[in-house]
Nanobody
């Protein structure tokens, strides 16, 4: 079983930065990848960024490329999403997720954290 605890988020003005952290409660050798998803009001949950735990291979949605960076700290069992140059359209609830399979089926989720970007 994997438990994910998120921290960070909040209210920031457009152009500002925020940092989201996600700590996994299980030994990370069982995690294949971690990711951040987001869900804006009236929209479906969408993948923002993903990182594999061993090799650190990353993926970013086109809408955040060049602005967001996902990283992991193996020693702290933590994945971090650094968000720079934030835009009002980045406003959403952000969810941390983990998968233990190479199919990238994310079956463990955090509780979500609100990110609000004011114009």
């Amino acid at each position: 079983q994997v438990q994910l605890v998120e921290s960070g988020g909040g209210l920031v003005q457009a152009g500002g930065s925020l940092r989201l952290s996600c700590e996994a409660s299980v030994l990370t050798f069982s995690i294949y990848a971690m990711a951040w998803f987001r869900q804006a009001p009236g929209k479906e949950r969408a993948l923002v960024a993903r990182i594999t735990w061993s090799g650190g291979s990353t993926y970013y949605a086109d809408s955040v490329k060049g602005r967001f960076t996902i990283s992991r700290d193996n020693a702290k069992n933590t994945a971090v999403l650094q968000m720079n140059s934030l835009k009002p359209e980045d406003t959403a609830i952000y969810y941390c997720a983990a998968t233990t399979t190479v199919t990238m089926a994310f079956n463990y989720w955090g509780q979500g954290t609100q990110v609000t970007v004011s114009s």
